[in-house]
Every structure is written in C-alpha cells, then in structure tokens.
C-alpha cells in the first residue's frame, strides 16, 4: 500500500514537474505584459513532435538508431526548445502587441487562433496519429527501497527542478532577471530607467515558449505524443499558475507539483475521474483564494 | 396596450426579417439548406445570451460548452429516461441551464481577468469529462439514441418546422433581449464592464447584475444544446468540447460584442463560413484560427463596429424633451431632529497605518461640509467608509437615525448617498447622458425610459451640460468630465453627495464655477460633504469645516474659527520645534 502511494507520488511529481515547466512559462509572460498565452497547449505537442522530427532527422542521416543513443534525444530537446522559442517571436508580434496594456481580454482570443494555426499547419505536416519518442536512457526501471521510477521520470525529474531552480535563481540574481521584474512592478518607470521593454516582452514569450517546446519533448516519452495532448497539459499547467499565484514564480512551481500529485493519487482510485478532481479543486480553491495560494489582491486605490 | 404596441413598432424589422426567413424556409425543399437555417438560428439564440454575458457585462467565459451540454442532455435524459413529453423537455431545458449558470457564477464572481477565464473554462471541461466517462447515465462518445423530438400531428417535425420554430425563437428572445439592453438593464451591465466601483457607488449591485448575465447566457445556450439534441434524435459526447466553448465566444466577438446587432453579425458570418469550408475541414480549422488572430486586430469593436463607424451613417442626434422636467430632488425625511449623516468612533488602519481614529462627525441637510487636513491625513479613506467602498474596523454610520454600518455600497446609494471620485471614474465609452442615466439607475423603477430620459435632461441642465448630452464621455475636455461625474452623483437624487477634491485639475475660473454650482447644489436641500485642497474654495463656500490629520478629528468650525485654530496651523505649517529640529538636522 504504502509502495503504491509512493509510487504515484512519484508519478505525480514527474507529470507535476512538466506541468511547473508550463507554468513557469505563464507566469512569465504574465509579469512583463499582463498576458498569456493561451495557446501554451499546440507548443507543447509542436515541441514534441519537433523533437521526434530532429530524432527522425539524425537517425535517417547517420543510420542508427535513436533509442541507443542518448545524446540524439539530447539534440532533439534542444532542437525543439530552439523551434518552439522562435516561434514564440511571431507569436507576440501577431497575437500579443496588439493587445497587451489594453482592456478587455483580446489576446485570449487572439493567443488561441495563433495555436489552432498552428496546430492546424502541424496536422498537415505529422497528421493525427500519436507516435512513440524513444526514452534516451531506455525503458529500464530503477528501485530504491521498493519504489520504482522510469528512468525518463528520473530525467524529468531533475531536469525540471534544474531549470526551475536557475530561472529562480537569475530572476532574483542576473540583470536580465532584474529588468523582467522591473518591467512587471511598472512598465513606464522601467522605460523611463532605459529599460527597452519591448524587448523584455519579447525575451519572456520566446522563454515561455521554449520551456512549452521542452515540456513536450521531455513529457514524450511517457506518454505517446500527439498533437492534441498539449492541451489537457497546458490546462494544468494554467491551472497550476492560477492557483499558484499568478505573479510568484515558486507558487506556480509549487501548484504545478500540486495538481501533479492530486491527478496522480485520484488516479490510484479512478483514472477517469483524474481532470474532474483537479479541474473542481482548481473552482475551488479560487473561490477561497482568489488570487490563488501566494499571489497577493492589489488594493484599487480609490 | 400602449406598451405592446411600441414594443411590437420598435420591433418592426426584426419581425418582418423573421416572416422573410420563415417565407424562405418554406421555399427552400433541401434539407441540407434548411439544415444550415436550423444551424444559423441556433447560434443566434446562443451568441444572444453570451453578448449580454461577454458584450455587455464583460465576463468573457471559456465554458459555454458546458452548459450547452447541460440543455441537451437534459432533453435526452428526460425524453429517454423519464419519458417526459418532449415540449415540456424542450422547456425545461433554459431552465436547468439557468441553475448551472448559477452555479459557475457562484465562483466567477470572486474572480477577474486570467483566472475567470480558467474558472470558466475548467467548468466546460468538467462537464466535457462527467459526460464522456460516467457512460452509466450519459452514454460517452456512444452518446444517447432515440431523444424524442417534439411533434406536430403525432408526426416528429419535419426540418421545415423544426426552422420556422427556431426562427420564432430568434426574433422573440431578440425582441425581449433588446428591450432590457436598450434601457436600465444594459446600461448596469455596460457600466460595470467598465468600472465596478463606480457602478457599485452609482446603486447597481454588481453581483446581482453579473448572476444575472451568466444565468441568461447559461438558459440561451441550453435552449441551444437541447434543440440541436431534439432534432438530431441523437447526442453524444463528442459535442462537447473547448472549441465549442471558443466558436460561441468567437460568434459575439466577431460579430461585436456589446451591440445589439452583434449576435446576428457574428451568427450569419461564422454559419456561412462554416458552410462553404465544411468540405475541407483542414482549411475550416484554419480559417477559425486565423480569424481568432486578426479580426480582432482589424476590427476590435467586430463587425458591427466596423460597419457603425462608417461615415455613411448618421449619428443618431439625441432629442431632448421640451419643456424639460423640475430638477429631480429626493423627498426629505420627516425631521426627526437626528442629523442626516452621523459618523459614531470610526476607526480603520491599515496594517499599523492608522487612517481613521474614533472619528465623530454629523452631517446636516442643506449644509455645506468640507473635509481638509494634509495628505494622509485619511480623508479619501473616511469618504470611502462612508460610501462602503471599504469597510470600517468599527464605529457606526447612520444615516436619518437608521444605522447603515453593513450596507452594502449599492445599498447606499439607493438609500440617497452619492459620490464622486479624486481620479475620475466615468464610463468613458458611454455618452454623457447615459452616464447620468446610469447615476439614476436606483431612481428609474416605476418611471418609464422616456420620464428617465426627461429627469436626466434636467439634471444636465442642472449641471450645464445640455450642449454634451450625445458626447461620448470619454472625449470631452477634463474640466467638462468632472461636471458630468457631479451630474451622475446628482441624478441618483442623493440626500448626502460626496465629493472627493472636485476642484483638482480645475483652472480658477472653473473652480469658481465648481462653487456656485457646489451651493446649488446644497439649496436643493442636499448635504454636501468635499474634501479639497484648495482653502479658497473651502474657505469660500462651506458652512462647516471639519478638519483630520492621521485619522483624527483636531478640530471643526466655521471657516472663521479653523482659520484661527493653533492646531489647524500646526498640522499643516508644522511647529517651530519642527522648524527648528530640521534646521539642526541640515546643519
């Protein structure tokens, strides 16, 4: 019993480390402009199947096979962390300047169109099927006091929680980390200080979408890659950032691991039930807390 | 009788547009166009209530798919399972919805932005995931056969009737919506799209108005899930998804949300795209993204916006009624020799910074009070105590004797308390008379919107803004802007007006002008309570000075008597021991 509970808290803590990643990224993009990118989902599977196409690429070059050699999955994370960054250039450009700094909640809208183009080009592309990414440390399965993890969970495990820790680190420690929090307290006195803000602005989407791209590449493994499973992900992943606390980084890495490890106890009793139980804690915890766990209400001024 | 027939005059259009459709329907023989008439009709009725949602109220909710999924499947399940005669399941159904609307106001209500949209959002994939695997009651991606359609003869409807129904549908929840977004109704939902605050301050109850808008969204898209439900005989689970949820936001945004027009822009759009690309549903999926990203950007205001600023059209003038009205003044309450405002030890700190400290204070009708003390003396934070826009820590607040303390900020406002704000607070989209409508909203009940339009005329004329009245709030000069937010004070007819530094901003003149219109003001019999810095004004016009520094009273008189006060002086000149400590500190 208590083997299966450590178990899917393991389980839980891997899916919950991706759903940090995304969130992250959110949470990001949230502090310099005050939106989000509601199309986080189609980055995930798009970064995923870039991933696949770069393995697909190196293989067929050097005719090998993937899956005996880690470092092609290493290329291939790059590779798509590289893609799915750029891609977050347009992405502001197109479906954010417009509306950033303005009322009503546009780029909602405009966010989500980008991800079904998106999506829709990728379709084309890889059609609809899901398709398997080799584990680079293959499929073995590593015990420690009975409990087994995956070696990929072991991958995304400390991989997640290196990249969490460093962007925590720079945003508090690096001039770059500085400007973004500048640009998040307040965008005009940044300017005035010389801050080029639009920069800042851009920097954080292209971030937010390489950590997406990752998220995909390093959850592909676990679960078959398709070009719909980036939804549900970015959802929790949202879901992790809001209840986290929009505007504080650590909350929203600490609600991605929540809702990580919610789904995968409500697993061990019902996997059907899995989003039902995460999506109605979420309603929940926002009618208690409304600017989520850490984040803090601004008092309008009056 | 007089009502209904201008309701059915004001309506002309939208009935004869109906009876040409209905006249279509009967000419058309394929049931692949009647289809696409059905499909169109049932959008309509959907982006109908999500405009007064979305376009109206602002709350733009992710989840539309969930209650479309509760309408239908309420007709399955009660057709199937429980044999109800299919009408009454049809009926039932916007009811249902209604109470699912009203649970997902519940937690959007606490809610703004980002997180509403997620709140929104995560109830449409509940509802998505409850009926794709509890398969026991709702069947899954099987979905449920054999929902009994509703019948005309003892034969099931035939498409011809299932449109000309929708189409009555249309131009009956059409004529009944506009009704309400026309007048009061739409004008409480507009202003607190814009500024809650200000809405709240002006008598409308923020989270009535809001319930109501997610009720009316929820019961209009039922009634859209259970007749595509009915007329399929079939429905299953696939139906459900956030697509669906975006292609119902994307009908009012398209179309234009907020106007009236919107719904039946975005409707016929959207239907017809959805026509012409259903062969290549690659290039359907498309073409929805990408007018997701730029319509928006072309046309931000939708099509109806677009089509509304051409200069073709003429801007509607505003006829103002002659001669105008009396000056709308609340009747006095029986003197009762309890003064009008009566503030008992009031206190409020914020973490350790005290603002207001058992403050003691009456207010009478036709007296003119003024507020004065240095910055952070807490004089914004007393009005605010007053209006409820903060709660106090303790201490109690009566108005005519009667202790107002937990009323709520719209409640006061009905009660005849009314305010105006240091940083103005207008709803800028609007036109100076619907901001003074929107100031009477407490007062419209039992007048109808002409006798509305009458007293708002007068109290413009009040305020010298008769020239303004069509102007779009937004666009007028500054000084102009602060008269009309005293003018939507004034038309709430208030017994004790609030005003927070009117006179910031002003040039002499029009402060001069401010003080006249201020003593006005006061001989309609209103208690007027400023708080301003500038002491000509003050010194000028009040009949009562009151005078706080760091939340508390230090003294209150006739100007005369605060001029002289050696208190007064020290709070705002500081003392010599300060002179001389700062001296010494410099050296």
């Known amino acids: 019993m208590l083997i299966t509970l450590l178990q899917a808290l393991v389980g839980g803590l891997t899916i919950g480390a991706i759903y940090a990643l995304v969130a992250l990224g959110f949470s990001l993009t949230y502090a310099t402009t005050r939106t989000l990118n509601f199309a986080q989902g189609d980055f995930v599977s798009v970064g ?114 290196l990249i969490l820790g460093a962007f925590d680190y720079s945003m508090r420690h690096t001039g770059m980390g500085r400007c973004m929090r500048a640009v998040a307290l307040n965008r005009d006195a940044a300017a005035l200080m010389g801050i080029n803000v639009t920069a800042v602005m851009t920097i954080s989407f292209v971030a937010s979408s390489a ?65 039902i139980v995460v999506f109605v804690l979420v309603i929940v915890v926002l009618s208690i807390a409304p600017n989520g766990m850490f984040g803090k209400g601004v008092a309008e001024k009056v | ?79 199937t399972r429980l044999e109800v005669p299919a009408a009454w399941a049809l009926a039932a159904s916007p009811l249902i919805a209604a109470l699912a609307g009203v649970l997902i106001a519940l937690p959007s209500l606490r809610v703004k932005g980002p997180s509403l949209a997620l709140v929104t959002l995560a109830f449409g994939i509940v509802v998505e995931k409850i009926v794709t695997e509890w398969t026991d009651l709702f069947g899954g991606a099987q979905g449920i056969y054999g929902i009994v359609p509703i019948s005309h003869a003892d034969e099931p409807f035939t498409m011809r009737q299932w449109v000309v129904l929708v189409i009555v549908l249309c131009v009956v929840s059409y004529a009944i919506i506009a009704r309400f977004l026309r007048g009061r109704f739409g004008r409480a939902l507009l202003s607190l799209q814009t500024d809650e605050i200000a809405a709240e301050c002006a008598g409308i109850s923020v989270y009535r108005y809001k319930t109501m808008a997610f009720v009316i969204a929820a019961a209009f898209c039922g009634l859209g899930g259970a007749l595509v439900a009915q007329q399929n005989q079939y429905f299953n689970s696939d139906f459900i998804t956030f697509q669906l949820s975006i292609f119902i936001l994307l ?37 929805y993204g990408a007018l997701l990203l730029f319509a928006l950007y072309l046309m931000p205001r ?143 009940p039992g007048r109808t919107e002409s006798q509305a339009l009458g007293h708002a005329a007068a109290v413009l004329a009040f305020a010298g803004l008769s020239d303004h009245a069509g102007t779009q709030a937004r666009s007028l000069p500054y000084g102009v802007q602060r008269r009309v937010e005293l003018a939507r004070a004034l038309a709430g007819e208030p017994a004790l007006l609030l005003l927070d530094e009117p006179a910031a901003g002003l040039n002499p003149q029009e402060t ?19 708080v301003e810095h500038d002491m000509g004004l003050v010194m000028g016009i009040s009949d009562h000075i009151v005078v706080l520094d760091r939340g508390i009273v230090i003294a209150d008189g006739n100007p005369g008597q605060i001029q002289a006060d050696p208190r007064v002086i020290e709070a705002y000149l500081g003392t010599d021991e300060d002179l001389g400590s700062l001296e010494a500190a410099a050296c």
Request: with cysteine; hydrophobic share 55%; aromatic share 8%.
């Open chain 1, 48 to 161: 995923a199947f870039m991933g696949l196409a770069a393995t697909g690429l190196v293989a067929s070059a050097l005719s090998i096979d993937p899956a005996s050699y880690p470092w092609v999955y290493t290329l291939a994370a790059l590779a798509a962390t590289v893609a799915m960054g750029l891609i977050g250039w347009p992405l502001y450009l197109a479906a954010i300047r417009p509306f950033a700094g303005k009322p009503g909640m546009s780029w909602v809208m405009s966010t989500i169109g980008f991800g079904i183009v998106m999506q829709s080009t990728a379709l084309l592309i890889w059609g609809p099927g899901t398709r398997m990414l080799a584990a680079p440390l293959g499929d073995g399965v590593l015990r420690l006091a009975g409990v087994g993890f995956r070696s990929q969970e072991v991958v995304v495990l400390v991989l997640a929680f």
């Open chain 1, 211 to 275: 950590l997406a791209g990752l998220s995909g590449v390093l959850i592909a493994p676990i679960v078959s890659a398709s070009l719909f499973m980036g939804l549900l992900i970015a959802l929790k992943g949202f879901s992790a950032a809001i209840i986290g606390g929009l505007s504080h980084p650590r909350g929203c890495m600490l609600g991605g691991l929540i809702i990580g490890v919610v789904e995968s106890l409500t697993g061990l009793w019902s996997a059907q039930w899995r989003e």
């Open chain 2, 1 to 79: 009788m007089r009502s209904l027939t201008s309701f059915l005059r004001q309506n002309v259009s939208a009935f004869s547009a109906g009876l040409a459709l209905i006249a279509l329907a009967f000419h058309l023989d394929n049931d692949f166009y009647l289809r696409i008439l059905f499909m169109g009709g049932v959008y309509f009725l959907c982006a109908t209530g999500m405009n007064v949602l979305a376009g109206y109220a602002g709350q733009k909710s992710l989840g539309q798919a969930g209650l479309f999924a509760v309408g239908a499947y309420t007709v399955a399940l009660l057709t």
């Open chain 2, 251 to 287: 009908l009012v945004l398209l179309g234009g949300a907020g106007r009236l027009h919107g719904p039946l822009a975005g409707a016929l759009v959207l239907t017809l795209t959805e026509t012409y690309l259903a062969r290549w549903p690659f290039a359907q999926h498309f073409v």
């Open chain 2, 302 to 444: 939708g099509i109806v916006g677009l089509l509304d600023s051409m200069p073709l059209r003429n801007r509607l003038s505003l006829r103002l009624p002659d001669p105008l009205p009396a000056m709308p003044v609340r009747a006095p309450e029986r003197d009762t020799g309890e003064p009008l405002l009566a503030l008992r030890g009031i206190g409020k700190a914020f973490g350790g910074v005290v603002t207001a400290s058992d403050v003691r204070l009456d207010m009478q009708a036709r007296c003119i009070h003024a507020l004065i003390g240095p910055n952070g003396a807490g004089k914004s934070t007393l009005i605010n105590i007053i209006t409820g826009v903060i709660a106090a820590d303790s201490g109690r607040i009566l108005l005519n004797g009667r202790d107002i303390t937990r009323a709520s900020a719209h409640e006061r406002a009905r009660l005849g308390i009314a305010r105006t704000f240091q940083n103005l607070r207008l709803f800028g989209d609007m036109t100076v008379m619907e901001n003074v409508l929107v100031g009477a909203h407490t007062r419209i």
């Open chain 2, 512 to 530: 001069a002008e401010l003080g006249r219109l201020i003593r006005k003001i006061g001989g309609l019999g209103v208690a007027v309570l400023m």
